[in-house]
């Protein structure tokens, strides 16, 4: 059983920064493409970014371009969520995700959706 653990979630105000981490257990990290998830309060868990198993594409929502960046540092099996210039609305549960198939599929993983392991969270609220 793969086990996620997210860090670095806290308050923060608006226009400031968040570096959220993703410790992943087992020997085989670097063969997981890893996502970033958010779920607020009263709506559905949405994507936010992911990263290939290979490291070499990275995928945003249109709503964090520009202000999120999203890494891995296999040596260390951890995935991180770089939040700069965060707002409001970046208020949320975020949830780490790693799949396992998305090596396998290639350009066919949807990195929106095929996840099979999950963190159990780490809260962010952005104040105004």
């Known amino acids: 059983q793969v086990q996620l653990v997210e860090s670095g979630g806290g308050l923060v105000q608006a226009g400031g920064s968040l570096r959220l981490s993703c410790a992943v257990s087992?020997?085989?990290?670097?063969?997981?493409?890893m996502g970033w998830f958010r779920q607020a309060p009263g709506k559905e868990r949405e994507f936010v970014a992911a990263?290939?198993?290979?490291?070499?594409?990275?995928y945003y929502t249109d709503s964090v371009k520009g202000r999120f960046t999203i890494s891995r540092e296999n040596a260390k099996n951890r995935a991180y969520l770089q939040m700069n210039n965060l707002k409001p609305e970046d208020t949320a549960a975020y949830y780490c995700?790693?799949?396992?198939?998305?090596?396998?599929?290639?350009?066919?993983?949807?990195?929106?959706?095929?996840?099979?392991?999950w963190g159990q969270g780490t809260e962010v609220t952005v104040s105004s």
């Open positions: 087992g020997r085989t990290f670097d063969t997981y493409a």
């Open positions: 995700a790693a799949s396992i198939s998305a090596r396998i599929l290639g350009l066919k993983w949807d990195y929106r959706r095929q996840y099979n392991y």
């Open positions: 990263i290939t198993w290979n490291g070499r594409s990275t």
